[in-house]
């Protein structure tokens, strides 16, 4: 069965980077019919999109965050990660990676996800 | 503010059926597939209607998803104390090339 495990820092210091890695386990990150993501969750309030990423390395970001975020994929090691940089108070959250099924994919939603992982900025 | 409208409460009793409602524009709803997700207090999303009104493996169809127009909804039925959580609609928005959520609705069984 499928697995995902959010791990990284949490606690990170105002104008510097934030970094987290997903790891996959019982199963392959190599799929055409899915992507791997990001989504976050600031204390109280909904759920925000930050971006996914393909297991070829291609990459969509949410417009709103694109200047800051980078997403990477490390098919070697069933992982991929998050960079978010120049952070602010404003990015404190619980970050959650997740699949999602392409639209050829039998389930197209992000269908599993992490527990989640509290990042908090702050000096 | 959420690009995707929500009602921050509904409630009902238990055994009863309440709806959660979604409201969007012909960027998102109207011409994508929308999801549903019920977050239980302290946990990660769960997934519980995808393409607008298929159920995953091992969700009770007590839950159902329609969509019409520019507007989802959620149903669900028989409620039970287990069901009190947020519930979150998602969907792409095609204008914002984004993956988008409704604020969520809190869930109480009262």
């Known amino acids: 069965q499928l697995q995902l495990q959010e791990s990284g820092p949490g606690l990170v210091k105002p104008s510097e980077t934030l970094s987290l890695t997903c790891t996959v386990s019982?199963?392959?990150?190599?799929?055409?019919?899915?992507?791997w993501g990001w989504i976050r969750q600031p204390p109280g309030k909904g759920l925000e999109w930050i971006g996914n990423?393909?297991?070829?390395?291609?990459?969509y970001y949410n417009p709103s965050l694109k200047s800051r975020v980078t997403i990477s994929i490390d098919t070697s090691k069933t992982q991929f990660s998050l960079k978010l940089s120049s952070v602010t108070a404003a990015d404190t959250a619980v970050y959650y990676c997740?699949?999602?099924?392409?639209?050829?994919?039998?389930?197209?939603?992000?269908?599993?996800w992490g527990q989640g992982t509290m990042v908090t900025v702050s000096s | 503010q959420s690009v995707l409208t929500q009602p921050p409460s509904v409630s009902a009793a238990p055994g009863q059926k309440v709806t959660i409602s979604c409201s969007g524009s012909?960027?998102?709803?109207?011409?994508?597939?929308v999801s549903w997700y019920q977050q239980l207090p302290g946990t990660a999303p769960k997934l519980l209607i995808y393409?607008?009104?298929k159920r995953p493996s091992g969700i009770p169809d007590r839950f159902s998803g329609s969509k019409s127009g520019t507007s989802a909804t959620l149903g669900i039925t028989g409620l039970q104390t287990g069901d009190e959580a947020d519930y979150y609609c998602?969907?792409?928005?095609?204008?914002?090339?984004?993956?988008?959520f409704g604020g969520g609705t809190k869930l109480a069984v009262l």
């Open positions: 997740a699949r999602q099924g392409s639209s050829s994919a039998p389930i197209n939603a992000f269908d599993i």
């Open positions: 990423i393909f297991y070829s390395g291609s990459t």
């Open positions: 998602g969907t792409w928005d095609s204008s914002l090339s984004a993956e988008v």
């Open positions: 393409d607008n009104n």
């Open positions: 012909s960027s998102n709803i109207g011409n994508n597939y």
């Open positions: 019982g199963g392959s990150i190599i799929s055409s019919i899915y992507y």
